[in-house]
């Protein structure tokens, strides 16, 4: 068994895409700002590394992205009213992302796929190992996957990654891994360790070796940046993470897989945004009583009727 890995505080969000599906809206909106009820998407990513004990931030970004920077930061003039309306509640909402983690930015100039987007991080994470959060997966705050990863990682060293079974006939949507059992138990809630033995990145249809797919969640080791360095534009001529990780099994390093069964919602994605914003309205108290009667008023109604 390994010695126990240096605990992580250090995430990296890259938050550069274009956002192509939801045009025309994200033609001047970067997507990681879309509301989901009240607070943008990428605030709920951020609220999960601080959850997590990530508590230096940096997001890789990209032109029309000054939004995330200003939503960060302060915004003395709403304050000051706010506060001198005695609006408590709105004041402490609008203070909230800003006193959330120690934000840094830095821009993808080019956008050479997540593996280059990753590489822009080496400056800042320096020889540490970091986590990665894509900003289009939201992980509920009750399945607490960052959380089972660092178990993993502090029994086995290495890099880690987060898993998910998905159907066979979408696998070729996602990376791919084939995992054999780590000799470690299961954990109760789905987050047991399996040893990464291939990856594969967007598997032509017919031969992925299983049906895990790679979610947005990683635990990675510094040393994947020299990797990156070294790996050739691969699929849809990207640098790809997956890539990467790929080289690190087949040289023999210790990765890693997290199979995660919990909540998660894909904002990447318009019909699973809008499915994500409908469960998690229903389980606010402040919404959710109002909100189901009025849907459940609305799906027996004629308004539906040639949808």
């Not at 009820?37 to 997001?59: C, H, N, R, T, W």
Request: with cysteine.
């Amino acid at each position: 068994m390994n010695s126990t890995p240096s605990r992580i505080t250090k995430a990296v969000i890259p938050a550069a895409g274009l956002g192509t599906r939801f045009l025309p809206l994200t033609k001047a909106t970067p997507k990681e700002m879309l509301p989901v009820i009240d607070k943008p998407a990428i605030q709920y990513v951020v609220e999960e590394a601080v959850a997590a004990g990530l508590s230096d931030i940096l997001m890789v970004t990209g032109r029309n992205k000054r939004a995330l920077e200003d939503h960060f930061d302060r915004n003395y003039e709403l304050e000051e009213a706010l506060q001198r309306r005695g609006d408590q509640d709105k004041l402490d909402s609008v203070c909230a992302s800003t006193e959330l983690a120690d934000i840094h930015y830095v821009r993808q100039r080019d956008p050479k796929g997540l593996g280059h987007a990753v590489l822009c991080a080496a400056p800042h994470v320096g020889q540490e190992p970091f986590a990665v959060l894509l900003a289009d997966d939201l992980i509920d705050p009750r399945d607490p996957l960052l959380a089972r990863m660092a178990e993993v990682r502090a029994r086995h060293g290495g890099s880690v990654v987060a898993l998910m079974e998905v159907d066979p006939d979408s696998i070729h949507l996602y990376g791919c891994a084939a995992v054999e059992q780590s000799g470690q138990s299961e954990h109760p809630a789905g987050g047991g360790g399996v040893r990464i033995t291939d990856l594969v990145e967007k598997p032509a249809p017919g031969t992925a070796p299983s049906s895990l797919a790679i979610i947005g969640r990683y635990l990675l080791d510094p040393e994947i940046f020299e990797v990156l360095r070294a790996t050739s534009p691969g699929r849809g001529g990207e640098i790809q993470l997956t890539d990467a990780l790929r080289a690190l099994v087949q040289a023999g390093r210790p990765v890693h897989g997290v199979v995660f069964s919990g909540r998660r919602y894909d904002t990447g994605d318009r019909a699973e945004y809008l499915r994500a914003t409908v469960r998690l309205a229903c389980e606010r108290d402040d919404l959710g009583p109002e909100f189901l009667s009025w849907l459940r008023e609305f799906m027996g109604s004629q308004e539906l009727v040639g949808v």
